[in-house]
């Protein structure tokens, strides 16, 4: 695999898919791809550009990565709202993405970031130098096992594979500062295995919904883009 690499972007879809899918929430973050070296980590942006500087505190915890991974995911920020609970903030996401190197380094002091990992692209250690092939029940169990052994700020990301508890995934979320803001709609973003719409360069492809408000009880669903993924288990 070489740098860098592409990632699958989303596409949209009217329905919400039945059938052999894990539902997984969509954080509101930065896309990062870490790459751990042989001696050390480098972190790309969803474009392609080198944003390791921007995510230090990310790059000294994916250090205990085994050489030669690749994940994934989002690099977020939590903050607190006025009552103390701990909310994951798009904005102080691209505060520190938007900053000069000493500001970056101040606003990591004051908001350490946390990385949301939803895929394991490569695992040579595990056998796996390119785990794009593979279904996502294959990916999903290599990237729980990785993570097993890593623990925070490097966490997989919260997944049902039932299709009746995604909307409660996403109002609990929301509850625990997972998710979006309270009393928005919390989109839902889905990810499809091979044979079904994927992105050839990536292994799948993704499509997005949004779910309807807490008054509606998540009983509709509205097209938008992020917030909840599902991906094909095959």
Known sequence: MEWPVDVALARPLTQLPTGPWAYEIKVD????????????????????????????DLVLAAMRLPPSVVLDGEAVVY?????????ISFAAAQSRALSRPRRVRELAERHPATYVAFDVLAHPAAGFPD????????????????????????????????????????RSTRRNGRGR????????RLQVGPGVGEDQTCGHGTVNFDW??????????????????SRNQR
């Not at 969803?46 to 995510?55: E, I, K, M, Y």
């Not at 990237?143 to 409660?168: F, K, M």
């Not at 803001?181 to 839902?188: I, M, N, Y």
């Open 79 to 87: 903050s607190a709202d006025d009552d103390g609970t701990a909310r």
């Open 131 to 170: 785990l794009r092939p593979r279904p996502h029940t294959e990916r999903r169990q290599s990237l729980l096992d990785l993570l097993a052994d890593i623990g925070p700020p490097i966490v997989p990301v919260w997944s049902t594979t039932d299709r009746d508890e995604s909307p409660a995934l996403v």
């Open 181 to 188: 803001d309270r009393g928005k709609a919390a989109p839902v």
């Open 29 to 56: 973050g930065h896309r990062t791809v870490p790459w751990r070296t042989a001696d050390s980590v480098r972190l790309q942006s969803r474009s392609g550009r080198d944003v390791t500087a921007l995510w230090m």
């Open 212 to 229: 309807a408000s807490d008054d509606q009880e998540g009983s509709s669903l509205r097209q938008a883009d992020s917030a909840l993924h």
